[in-house]
């Protein structure tokens, strides 16, 4: 962890909002130029962040930022429904990304434990991660350790960087998970 864990100490989290969109975008265009994490090809614009945020909160879902004391941002998780078919509404999907300087900190962890402790809170019961690239050992390893199981693999399902990409399924049981009825 080195100089970051002090970082992690002193951050702040909390619910993005408009004003983080501007700073989220650079963030994320870091990953679709350069990480098949993503099968985005072009970062997209601040005003589309904006609407995603709007759109994640809209469903009554969180958002979650990390910034540092000087309000400079250090990543970010959010939920979203997995699909738009009403059978699947208590079923999400997640995201995180971290920015490059705190990768390995465990801010990632922290970060998807509270979007997953507010979203078993909401009622919802399963979560999945959609993890671009079969070699993004990070995210799987993340994912591990919040206690999601591997489901599977579409393989050469994506094409970025001029190669093919596996994307990876791992699912997370929230709160009875399929053990009851949803209320």
């Known amino acids: 962890m080195g100089d970051d864990a002090g970082i992690l100490r002193e951050m702040t989290l909390r619910e993005a909002d408009d004003g983080d969109a501007e700073t989220i ?15 985005e090809e072009a970062p997209p614009e601040p005003a589309e962040i904006t609407r995603r945020i709007r759109e994640v909160q809209a469903a ?12 400079a941002l250090l990543g970010y998780a959010y939920a979203s429904p997995y699909r738009t078919r009403s059978a699947y509404r208590y079923t999400l999907e997640n995201s995180v990304y971290i920015a490059p300087r705190c990768v390995g900190t465990g801010l990632g962890a922290i970060l998807m434990r509270e979007v997953i402790d ?3 809170a909401l009622g919802y019961r399963q979560m ?5 690239d079969s070699a993004n050992a990070a995210s799987i390893a993340l994912h591990t350790r919040l206690g999601f199981s591997m489901v599977g693999i579409h393989r ?28």
């Open 25 to 39: 975008a650079a963030l994320y265009a870091h990953y679709v130029r350069s990480a098949p994490a993503t099968f």
């Open 156 to 183: 050469a399902v994506g094409f970025k960087f001029g190669r093919w990409i596996d994307v990876v399924h791992m699912q997370l049981a929230l709160g009875e998970g399929s053990q009851s009825r949803p209320a």
């Open 118 to 120: 507010r979203c078993a």
């Open 128 to 132: 999945l991660a959609v993890i671009g």
């Open 60 to 71: 009554g879902l969180p958002w979650r930022v990390a910034t540092d004391l000087e309000g």
